[in-house]
């Protein structure tokens, strides 16, 4: 697979985690403790994972925007 390809469902499903941890967390008192165990905590561990890779797939970007060689100065 494409890293383009890779990403166009990788970030849907990245942003769907983040509600999901959003969500959980704001009712968190109102979920049963079970429910709030099986939705946010394996959310949790996914959206870390999903992370990495999302961060993998664009680590050339990264680093040439962030890790630019310094041009030399001149004489």
Same mark, same amino acid.
């Given at each position: 697979?494409?890293? /383009?390809? /890779?990403?166009? &469902? !990788?970030? @849907?499903? %990245? =942003? $769907? !985690? &983040?509600?999901?941890?959003?969500?959980? =967390? &704001?009712?968190?008192?109102?979920?049963?403790?079970?429910?709030?165990?099986? $939705?946010? %905590? @394996?959310?949790?561990? $996914?959206?870390?994972? =999903?992370? %990495?890779?999302? !961060?993998a797939?664009?680590?050339?970007? %990264?680093?040439?925007m962030?890790?630019?060689?310094?041009? /030399? @100065?001149?004489?």
């Open positions: 697979m494409k890293k /383009a390809n /890779a990403l166009k &469902i !990788l970030n @849907p499903v %990245i =942003g $769907l !985690l &983040i509600l999901n941890q959003l969500t959980t =967390g &704001i009712l968190r008192e109102h979920l049963p403790e079970e429910t709030f165990e099986h $939705l946010h %905590i @394996p959310g949790a561990i $996914l959206l870390i994972i =999903g992370t %990495i890779v999302h !961060l797939l664009n680590w050339s970007w %990264i680093k040439a962030y890790f630019k060689k310094k041009a /030399a @100065p001149k004489a």
